[in-house]
């Protein structure tokens, strides 16, 4: 009887480390792809021809081709005030609102999500060179 309750326990344990093991795998690997996914719109939102003072709906075209996760947009699109902050842009350097003239400059957040699992990556999109210099 005690070699039987020893072993009960010890299968109980191993099924619940399998069952664990399994689990944080498949998360990992959720985020892995949420994380891909979501440096991969980035990226085309990126490659997309510079628009002055764009808005979040009109990155919406590069979702399109986007796989493995349940959503994923451009929630904010913020507008460079033509000014920094050195050694880096500070919060105070972006603007909700694009205003009279747009600098150049575009902070665009991305948010990816797929179950439990979500992300929000923040990266800038700059017209050319000259562009800039003309601010």
């Known amino acids: 009887m005690i070699t039987v309750a020893l072993l009960g326990g010890a299968v109980i344990s191993m099924v619940g480390t399998l ?9 990992q690997r959720r985020t892995s792809i949420v994380d891909a996914e979501g440096r991969r719109f ?58 009279a003239k747009d600098c150049g400059m575009q902070q665009i957040t991305v948010h990816v999500g797929d179950g439990n699992i979500s992300t929000d990556l923040t990266f800038v999109k700059r017209a050319d060179d000259a562009y800039l210099q003309a601010c």
């Open 19 to 27: 069952y664990t093991v399994t689990t944080i795998s498949d998360q």
């Open 42 to 99: 980035a990226e085309k939102v990126r490659a997309m021809d510079y628009k002055n003072c764009a808005s979040a709906g009109d990155f919406a075209s590069a979702a399109s081709s986007v796989g493995d996760v349940d959503s994923i947009s451009v929630t904010k699109v913020q507008y460079w005030k033509g000014t920094f902050t050195p050694p880096q842009f500070t919060a105070g350097d972006w603007s909700d609102t694009c205003g």
